[in-house]
């Protein structure tokens, strides 16, 4: 079986070109991080997860710290992993101090006593797994803040929401995604990132699906699934149906991307927005990197 993974840092307006290198290179960290879990044998799940991590830490990115800040000028973040292998899930939202929300979104998939928490019970659960918890503040960062400065109303999507999608040795398939949500965003909004189907899907037969973009039409349009039902129902390989699934989601008003990853390790990366940053390693072992339309290089 080959081994492959792909990464997201975020669908949205083209960045500005002195970004871009720090957008290339965190996401082509974080594509390398997962792959070296795949490499020493672990499933797509821990190396989903550990990629995402990567893009949590890094500020430069919408999830963890530097996520995008609400309205009233606090975080409130959501993530979702999925596992292929059986379906199970773990997601958490509007959570605002747990450092890394994709662990505690995959020790609940491994728990398995609910699906999704939010808020403070997500909090209280991150605690008794001895997640790691920082407090809500050490998430804002001066740019987040001069963001919102700049973006008074609810804006569209800003690059930086993350995900992962990745196939293991044992040809099993995980999808995660991570995300501060939409820059400016009314307080308790959840997006489309921890709603399974939506944001995150993964399915054994057909596909692993991490999405980013306007969150809203996202969900209206369950765009996630959409790449599973159109592999399922209509037999489309899975570059098609990500490309139609995403096509669907201008019906829906919106704009944005989403990476996807078969069982065969076939990958997709579509967008419709300037820019998804974006890094993926194929059988051969080569990191791939772009932000916009132009054609991918090694990752630095
Ligand atoms: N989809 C995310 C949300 O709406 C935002 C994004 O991808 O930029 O929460």
Redesign the pocket.
Known sequence: VPLAIAVHG???PAPAPEREEALRAGVGAAARAGHAVLLAGGGALAAVETAVVALEDDPHF?AGRGS?LSADGTVAM?AAIADGAGGAAGAVAAVRDIRNPVRAASALLADGRALLLAGDGASRFAEEQGLERRPPAWFVTDEARARLERTRAPA??????VGAVALDGAGRIAAA?S????PA?PPG?????PLLGA?TWAAAETAAVS??????P?IRAALAHEVDALMRHAGLPLAVAAERALAGLARHGGT?GLIAIDAAGALALPFTTGAMSRAWIGPDGTALAAVGQEPATRAP
Not at 179 to 182: K, L, Q
């Open positions: 975020g669908a949205g919408n995008a959501d569209p999507a800003a690059p930086g929401t995604t995300t501060g949500g939409r965003k909004r959840i997006g489309d990132s944001g999405c980013t973009g306007d969150g809203e996202i944005g």
